[in-house]
């Protein structure tokens, strides 16, 4: 895994970046949290390089609190883009994916059978999505309507513990 690592990203992975991405790549449900460049975001994307190098196709969703790449999406997505698979990686917000044209993509299970999910900034599930941005909370439901289980990565520098079981109720 590390070399695999370091000969696509040119990064040498950790041992608790790769412990996360083998737990990911088998289905298990992970939450990171690090310091701010602490390297979470590569525990997610060598699941990702793991499949391809197996030669799997397999789409990774992560959501962001950012908006303007969420909305460039959205233009994908209404073109089937995102459907078909041509996009290894898709930047999602969460009022998006929990929205139509988005919504439907969900019980598609050709897309769904590629799927992997990751949440950045997991901490705004519960902090943003109980006071001005409640599409957070809706990003559990993705689980019960995706017809395949799919491996959740929740990452985040700040997760007290208040707030980590409230996020992992919540997805």
Known sequence: VRELVYKKTGKRACLWQIKTALALYHGKDVVGVARTGAGKTLSFWIPLLMALEDGLKKTAVVVTPLNLLGKQNA??????????????????????????PCK???????????????????????????TFRNHYLNIGIIRY???????????SATLPRTILKDVTELL
């Open 75 to 100: 233009i994908q997505l209404n073109g089937g883009d995102i459907v078909s698979g041509k996009y290894d990686v898709v930047i999602i917000n969460p009022e998006l994916m929990t929205e139509e």
């Open 104 to 130: 439907s993509i969900w019980t598609n299970p050709k897309f769904t059978s590629m799927l992997m999910f990751g949440n950045d900034e997991g901490h705004c599930v519960s902090q943003w999505g109980r």
């Open 145 to 155: 309507i995706v017809s395949n289980s799919i491996p959740f990565f929740v990452a």
